[in-house]
């Protein structure tokens, strides 16, 4: 714990030297730039990231930089404020970032997004899932992480395959995650041949279900499984009171539920089913990378957010490297037609993609409190519903 | 017939954390006259309290009651720390007072303990429902129905029978007067807070037990929900912050009980929309008292 705690105190220092205007490095160096939301609602999803961004630098530095150049990275804080995002993504522009990491969340990553196209500066969200993110600010923006369309493909080819026919979806309007993920799984379920017996709503921090799972209980014809991207708090509340009312239909999950409380909630998440970016099996990418953050973190790592971070680190090598300059335009170009750069995660794919990455989906289940890999998933695009 | 009762149980259970969460919020502003939003960071406390104590290995029963009295202590230290220096300061002082609490609390909880969420393992027991006349009553539901019930029976007893209760009492009915009769104002102030964590603890424990979790933000809605009540019942009445816990929670399960699908997606606007209502007939709150105009 001790440990931890320094490294993140180091972490937050270092991010406030940064917003000091310390001099950035020395004209043979490479700069990238993180304007995340390391305090606030994104600090779940950002902190981590970061950490597995510098990861990745200290193993890119290590093998002898980008195109023999030492490369460093700039952190600032958003403070996870919208209006913010844009003030930082300014600041990382001046001080001459040839690439920015943007935050977690949709609003957030479009503030910061579009200066760093009016700037001709590529940008990616480390983990905004919304697969219209990058068209909605221009031809800089990528996408990094599991789009949700994608997740809800796999989830629902998983969920025909079990032989499901009826389902019903729980979804929240408070954000693009957790109301289209579901959506995008009915609609891949119904080309599917399934069908969408009804479809549930909650408002986000709810802590009482008790009225959508008496809906679920008189439900005609009963659904075969149910599907939602809800998260914690939500998410753990909705399955203790479902199974306390003694449904026990297959529930699946999406990566948001990826975090050791959906572990320790024992009987009631046994047998649940969820996608997220990668699972580490022996000998895998993911594997290796989980023996590297231990070592240097001291701690183990408990979430794929760190993992997804250190890819979009390598993704962002592999571009400058491809492109052979540090170019702005260039970047973007060579960013644009990656493929199979080999990450923690498996394998990225940005060629023909419109700046939404092709990458692997895993499916694991919750057994015993542990979890088993049920399984690496890419569908094929006919069946990945449009964004 | 069955889902009618089936929900009044569930609107009487969560309007029972509702009701514990807005009364310490009362009880605080009924003496200083302060809605303190760094309440909610009380639970999030507890929550971390009961996160390490299992994690040492103390067994649930020992870790919810060390987590009680953790957010009982540091509601009393943060009134000692922050709140005492600016008592005599307009409301507003006070006010962003409260949020700057809330926000160092946020700032030290996700950079020195973590920003991602930690697993509080609830046993399964906790997890059944019961069986009473045909109803489904979940464990963690009855527990709740049983803490507020328990809780605001010792509290009513306390604010009538000892003679601190009657300070308080007579505090939120005028604080100077209540002085000159000999009253120590920092015992009633401190007594608010202390009540107020305690409360909040409670609260925090039930949340907790359905979430099966805590993070650094968890504190903020709940807060916003116990204000909503506190408002809702009338600014200052100890009775109308339960009443309205209470209401409130009745208006948001029966909304999502009974709206038809299609006017789902406007529930919490409806539900704050029936709350402006009832303030517009009635301006003081539920059980508020008019203030006399002297």
Same mark, same amino acid.
């Given at each position: 714990?001790?440990?931890?705690?320094?490294?993140?105190?180091?972490?937050?220092?270092?991010?406030?030297?940064?917003?000091?205007?310390?001099?950035?490095?020395?004209?043979?160096?490479?700069?990238?730039?993180?304007?995340?939301?390391?305090?606030?609602?994104?600090?779940?999803?950002?902190?981590?990231?970061?950490?597995?961004?510098?990861?990745?630098?200290?193993?890119?530095?290590?093998?002898?930089?980008?195109?023999?150049?030492?490369?460093?990275?700039?952190?600032?804080?958003?403070?996870?404020?919208?209006?913010?995002?844009?003030?930082?993504?300014?600041?990382?522009?001046?001080?001459?970032?040839?690439?920015?990491?943007?935050?977690?969340?949709?609003?957030?990553?479009?503030?910061?997004?579009?200066?760093?196209?009016?700037?001709?500066?590529?940008?990616?969200?480390?983990?905004?899932?919304?697969?219209?993110?990058?068209?909605?600010?221009?031809?800089?923006?990528?996408?990094?992480?599991?789009?949700?369309?994608?997740?809800?493909?796999?989830?629902?080819?998983?969920?025909?395959?079990?032989?499901?026919?009826?389902?019903?979806?729980?979804?929240?309007?408070?954000?693009?995650?957790?109301?289209?993920?579901?959506?995008?799984?009915?609609?891949?379920?119904?080309?599917?041949?399934?069908?969408?017996?009804?479809?549930?709503?909650?408002?986000?921090?709810?802590?009482?279900?008790?009225?959508?799972?008496?809906?679920?209980?008189?439900?005609?014809?009963?659904?075969?499984?149910?599907?939602?991207?809800?998260?914690?708090?939500?998410?753990?509340?909705?399955?203790?009171?479902?199974?306390?009312?003694?449904?026990?239909?297959?529930?699946?999950?999406?990566?948001?539920?990826?975090?050791?409380?959906?572990?320790?909630?024992?009987?009631?998440?046994?047998?649940?089913?969820?996608?997220?970016?990668?699972?580490?099996?022996?000998?895998?990418?993911?594997?290796?990378?989980?023996?590297?953050?231990?070592?240097?973190?001291?701690?183990?790592?408990?979430?794929?957010?760190?993992?997804?971070?250190?890819?979009?680190?390598?993704?962002?090598?592999?571009?400058?490297?491809?492109?052979?300059?540090?170019?702005?335009?260039?970047?973007?170009?060579?960013?644009?037609?990656?493929?199979?750069?080999?990450?923690?995660?498996?394998?990225?794919?940005?060629?023909?993609?419109?700046?939404?990455?092709?990458?692997?989906?895993?499916?694991?289940?919750?057994?015993?409190?542990?979890?088993?890999?049920?399984?690496?998933?890419?569908?094929?695009?006919?069946?990945?519903?449009?964004? | 017939?069955?889902?009618?009762?089936?929900?009044?149980?569930?609107?009487?259970?969560?309007?029972?954390?509702?009701?514990?969460?807005?009364?310490?919020?009362?009880?605080?502003?009924?003496?200083?006259?302060?809605?303190?939003?760094?309440?909610?960071?009380?639970?999030?406390?507890?929550?971390?309290?009961?996160?390490?104590?299992?994690?040492?290995?103390?067994?649930?029963?020992?870790?919810?009651?060390?987590?009680?009295?953790?957010?009982?202590?540091?509601?009393?230290?943060?009134?000692?720390?922050?709140?005492?220096?600016?008592?005599?300061?307009?409301?507003?002082?006070?006010?962003?007072?409260?949020?700057?609490?809330?926000?160092?609390?946020?700032?030290?909880?996700?950079?020195?303990?973590?920003?991602?969420?930690?697993?509080?393992?609830?046993? &399964?027991?906790?997890?059944? !429902?019961?069986?009473?006349?045909? #109803?489904?009553?979940? *464990?963690?539901? +009855? /527990?709740? @129905?049983? $803490?507020?019930?328990?809780?605001?029976?010792?509290?009513?007893?306390?604010?009538?029978? &000892?003679?601190?209760?009657? !300070?308080?009492?007579?505090?939120? #009915?005028?604080?100077? *007067?209540?002085? +000159? /009769?000999? @009253?120590? $104002?920092?015992?009633?102030?401190?007594?608010?807070?202390?009540?107020?964590?305690?409360?909040?603890?409670?609260?925090?424990?039930?949340?907790?037990?359905?979430?099966?979790?805590?993070?650094?933000?968890?504190?903020?809605?709940?807060?916003?929900?116990?204000?909503?009540?506190?408002?809702?019942?009338?600014?200052?009445?100890?009775?109308?912050?339960?009443?309205?816990?209470?209401?409130?929670?009745?208006?948001?399960?029966?909304?999502?009980?009974?709206?038809?699908?299609?006017?789902?997606?406007?529930?919490?606007?409806?539900?704050?929309?029936?709350?402006?209502?009832?303030?517009?007939?009635?301006?003081?709150?539920?059980?508020?008292?008019?203030?006399?105009?002297?």
């Amino acid at each position: 714990m001790f440990r931890a705690s320094t490294t993140r105190i180091a972490a937050v220092a270092a991010g406030l030297v940064a917003a000091g205007g310390v001099a950035q490095g020395d004209s043979h160096g490479i700069t990238i730039g993180y304007a995340g939301g390391f305090t606030g609602y994104l600090a779940p999803y950002d902190q981590p990231s970061l950490n597995g961004v510098q990861l990745a630098l200290d193993q890119i530095n290590a093998a002898g930089g980008i195109m023999g150049m030492p490369v460093e990275i700039v952190v600032k804080d958003t403070r996870s404020d919208t209006a913010q995002a844009a003030v930082v993504a300014q600041e990382l522009i001046d001080e001459g970032v040839v690439a920015m990491i943007v935050s977690c969340d949709v609003d957030p990553a479009v503030a910061s997004g579009v200066m760093a196209q009016a700037a001709e500066i590529p940008s990616a969200s480390s983990c905004a899932s919304t697969p219209t993110l990058p068209a909605a600010v221009g031809p800089y923006m990528f996408s990094n992480y599991t789009a949700d369309n994608l997740q809800g493909a796999v989830l629902a080819e998983y969920a025909r395959g079990q032989g499901y026919e009826n389902a019903y979806i729980l979804l929240s309007r408070d954000t693009p995650y957790t109301e289209k993920l579901p959506e995008y799984f009915g609609e891949a379920f119904e080309a599917m041949g399934g069908t969408v017996v009804a479809v549930g709503e909650y408002t986000m921090g709810q802590q009482d279900f008790s009225a959508e799972v008496t809906n679920i209980g008189g439900l005609d014809p009963s659904p075969d499984v149910i599907q939602t991207s809800a998260y914690e708090p939500d998410f753990p509340a909705f399955i203790k009171q479902l199974r306390a009312a003694g449904i026990d239909t297959p529930v699946l999950g999406s990566d948001g539920i990826d975090s050791p409380t959906t572990f320790a909630l024992g009987d009631v998440a046994e047998g649940v089913v969820f996608s997220n970016a990668g699972f580490a099996s022996p000998g895998s990418a993911l594997e290796a990378f989980e023996m590297a953050y231990e070592e240097k973190y001291g701690m183990p790592n408990d979430t794929v957010f760190t993992a997804t971070g250190y890819d979009l680190m390598m993704v962002i090598a592999a571009a400058i490297e491809a492109a052979g300059s540090t170019d702005g335009p260039a970047i973007r170009d060579a960013w644009d037609n990656l493929e199979n750069v080999q990450v923690a995660t498996g394998s990225i794919t940005y060629k023909d993609q419109n700046r939404v990455p092709v990458r692997v989906v895993a499916l694991n289940q919750v057994s015993g409190g542990e979890r088993v890999h049920v399984g690496d998933f890419s569908p094929d695009s006919s069946m990945i519903p449009a964004p | 017939m069955d889902i009618l009762i089936q929900q009044f149980v569930n609107a009487l259970s969560l309007g029972g954390t509702y009701a514990l969460l807005a009364l310490g919020l009362a009880m605080v502003f009924s003496v200083l006259g302060l809605i303190n939003f760094a309440h909610g960071d009380l639970m999030t406390l507890t929550g971390y309290a009961m996160f390490f104590a299992i994690g040492a290995g103390l067994g649930l029963p020992l870790a919810i009651v060390l987590g009680i009295a953790c957010a009982t202590l540091a509601a009393v230290a943060m009134e000692r720390v922050a709140f005492r220096p600016v008592r005599d300061a307009n409301t507003a002082t006070m006010l962003l007072t409260s949020l700057a609490v809330s926000t160092i609390l946020h700032m030290l909880f996700q950079n020195l303990i973590s920003a991602r969420p930690r697993a509080i393992p609830v046993p &399964s027991w906790m997890i059944g !429902a019961v069986d009473v006349g045909g #109803l489904a009553i979940g *464990v963690i539901q +009855l /527990m709740s @129905i049983t $803490a507020t019930a328990l809780l605001l029976i010792a509290l009513s007893v306390f604010l009538r029978r &000892s003679i601190l209760g009657i !300070a308080m009492r007579a505090a939120a #009915l005028d604080f100077p *007067v209540t002085r +000159l /009769m000999g @009253i120590n $104002a920092n015992a009633v102030v401190a007594t608010a807070f202390g009540l107020s964590g305690l409360l909040a603890g409670v609260a925090g424990v039930l949340w907790l037990a359905q979430r099966g979790s805590v993070d650094p933000l968890m504190g903020f809605l709940p807060v916003l929900k116990a204000f909503i009540a506190v408002v809702l019942g009338g600014l200052g009445s100890l009775a109308g912050a339960v009443v309205g816990g209470f209401a409130l929670a009745f208006i948001e399960v029966f909304l999502r009980a009974f709206l038809p699908d299609g006017w789902l997606p406007f529930r919490e606007s409806i539900t704050l929309t029936l709350v402006i209502v009832l303030l517009l007939v009635r301006p003081e709150g539920l059980i508020g008292r008019r203030e006399n105009v002297r």
